[in-house]
Antibody
Framework: QITLKESGPTLVKPTQTLTLTCTFS??????????VGWIRQPPGKALEWLAL???????RYSPSLKTRLAITKDTSKSQVVLTLTNMDTVDTATYYC??????????????WGQGTMVTVSS | QTVLTQPPSVSGAPGQRVTISCTGS?????????VHWFQQLPGSAPKLLIY???NRPSGVPDRFSGSRSDTSASLAVTGLQAEDEADYYC???????????FGTGTKVTVL
């Protein structure tokens, strides 16, 4: 059974850097075709893809946020970490991490974490 | 970046059939990238409902079906039930943006 869980601060100040951790189980990020992505959802708004890291260390970023994002993985800890710099109030959202099984499902997100709400406020 | 357009809301009575459209462009759906659909119940994370245009993960009722044509796709829900009341999102990949893209979202209301 695949599970993912996001963790990190619930409140950050403007200009600070947000660091979120996705801890997963039930798969390995060394397995060919596996990937973990981050998606966020501002309150009452649509989903927005942020970043993705593949089993082979390939990383992809949203073009609109590329300069502020970084994604890394620690396969020994079964974790993926997302950092978003220079936080602003518009970055207030629920942040989800999700598992991609490229070989069986294609370019989508098969299993999602429960999400973590991050508020940006001074 | 929202490049897939959905109607804000659709509604239907229990037992009826509703459809949700997802309109893209030649750089995403029209470029033969598959369309996937998610169901998001109130207060919950999205759940993959349809992948690869028309495939259902195990456990998803066959009341849900997907299709794709040219630069658009559709999700159909037949035999509408109260538990289907949720937000639905389409998703694809855009080659011009080199990004995963989501639809604007559709709220389904069961009357």
């Amino acid at each position: 059974q695949i599970t993912l869980k996001e963790s990190g601060p619930t409140l950050v100040k403007p200009t600070q850097t947000l660091t979120l951790t996705c801890t997963f189980s039930g798969f390995s990020l060394t397995t060919s075709g596996a990937a973990v992505g981050w998606i966020r959802q501002p309150p009452g708004k649509a989903l927005e893809w942020l970043a993705l890291i593949y089993w082979d260390d390939d990383m992809r970023y949203s073009p609109s946020l590329k300069t502020r994002l970084a994604i890394t993985k620690d396969t020994s800890k079964s974790q993926v970490v997302l950092t978003l710099t220079n936080m602003d109030t518009v970055d207030t959202a629920t942040y989800y991490c999700a598992y991609q099984d490229f070989k069986n499902r294609g370019l989508t997100f098969d299993i999602w974490g429960q999400g973590t709400m991050v508020t940006v406020s001074s | 970046q929202t490049v897939l357009t959905q109607p804000p809301s659709v509604s239907g009575a229990p037992g009826q059939r509703v459809t949700i459209s997802c309109t893209g462009s030649r750089s995403n759906i029209g470029a033969n990238y598959h369309v996937h659909w998610f169901q998001q119940l109130p207060g919950s994370a999205p759940k993959l409902l349809i992948y690869g245009d028309s495939n259902r993960p195990s456990g998803v009722p066959d009341r849900f079906s997907g299709s794709r044509s040219d630069t658009s796709a559709s999700l159909a829900v037949t035999g509408l039930q109260a538990e289907d009341e949720a937000d639905y999102y389409c998703q694809s990949y855009d080659s011009s943006l080199s990004a995963y893209v989501f639809g604007t979202g559709t709220k389904v209301t069961v009357l």
